[in-house]
């Protein structure tokens, strides 16, 4: 609450580290990887702004002062890595007889992307442990793609089908990558794709 | 580790409440149910014996001494409700055509047992958050369920598809309980069997 209004602790000696300016867009880029990294790894309560600096190279204080909170920061370092009006309108809108074929592709590859699984976990795992971001969460997850994707799809129950859906990317997630049974979790994109596609077309195809 | 060894504290002066002793059936399912309650809200790390001991009014010690370190507690208070052989058998392993209805139908009906959700959100917010949850619960899952049904279903990849059923089961609990998006959250079993048997049925009917 206070911390997101605590001021830049000037620095009046030489520090041993000159430190980088969060200001920049690198170092922006720097304590954003920082932090889906720590996030990932050890969880939204666990994870700490002090390690997140100290990773980045940049004043506890000045990440306060710039990034905000830690839930701001969060926020921030999770931002989705595709823009959802895009995902809704590209993946979901186009020809409905392959949509699941799609969207099974759209998943499998986004995942190989640097950077984007890491702040997937984070997310889920963030959620499972804290209802603050759980809360955070639906409320994306509403706003960003069921709604959009209700107002696109012209089927029965679209926001509850679209929710199916994303059930089933959240258990792959998880069963893949934070479970990691195999042989699910060495499992190639080519030999996913024909088994989730059936899936997600059941789910947003129509009858 | 040695929490395991710890001999029970012996009662010198008469205590404050008289407590309960562990060894009886009765005290049993009241700590297991204390457990269940405490690592389903506060999850594996956080879950504290104490409080356990407490809503269980058992001795923290005694506690130790009977059920040993927390995670030998966990795994006792997260047994399954049903014998993994039962539900291969009698889900799994019976007319492959009504295979996906069965096991919507299953599980969506297991859940609304007392005490089934509470295990099945503690062990994935355990799982999702302890890495050490998650190898035990990746054993698990290969051990009691994939392999039990690779040997009974006679399909292409049957661990992999099996695998496949247990990622939208655990998405599933992830949507409609952890992040509670509507309309999934409160939608009916009704509701739900028919759009989620024919993704089991593709999973695990076979080509």
Redesign the interface.
């Known amino acids: 609450m206070t911390s997101a209004e605590q001021p830049a602790v000037p620095s009046p000696a030489p520090r041993k580290r000159p430190g980088r300016r969060p200001g920049s867009t690198d170092t922006r880029r720097t304590v954003l990887e920082a932090a889906r990294a720590e996030f990932a790894a050890r969880?939204y309560?666990?994870a700490s702004m002090r390690a997140i600096g100290r990773t980045a190279g940049v004043d506890a204080a000045l990440l306060h002062h710039y990034f905000g909170s830690k839930d701001r920061l969060f926020l921030a370092a999770l931002e989705f890595p595709v823009d959802p009006r895009t995902v809704v309108e590209q993946v979901l809108a186009g020809d409905r007889a392959t949509v699941g074929e799609r969207v099974a592709g759209f998943v499998l590859t986004l995942w190989e992307q640097p950077g984007v699984l890491d702040r997937l976990l984070a997310l889920?795992?963030a959620?499972?442990?804290t209802e603050q971001v759980?809360e955070l969460?639906?409320g994306f997850?509403?706003e960003e793609l069921?709604r959009r994707a209700a107002a696109e799809l012209d089927i029965d129950?679209p926001?509850?089908?679209t929710?199916?859906m994303?059930?089933?990317?959240?258990?792959?997630a998880?069963?893949?990558y934070?479970?990691?049974?195999?042989?699910?979790a060495s499992?190639t994109r080519e030999?996913l794709v024909p088994?989730?596609a059936?899936?997600f077309q059941?789910?947003l195809g129509g009858a």
Do not use: D, F, H
């Open positions: 969880g309560e666990k889920i795992r959620a499972a442990t759980a969460m639906r997850v509403l069921v129950q926001e509850l089908r929710e199916l994303l059930s089933q990317i959240i258990g792959l998880m069963a893949r934070v479970i990691g049974v195999e042989p699910l499992a030999e088994l989730l059936p899936t059941g789910y």
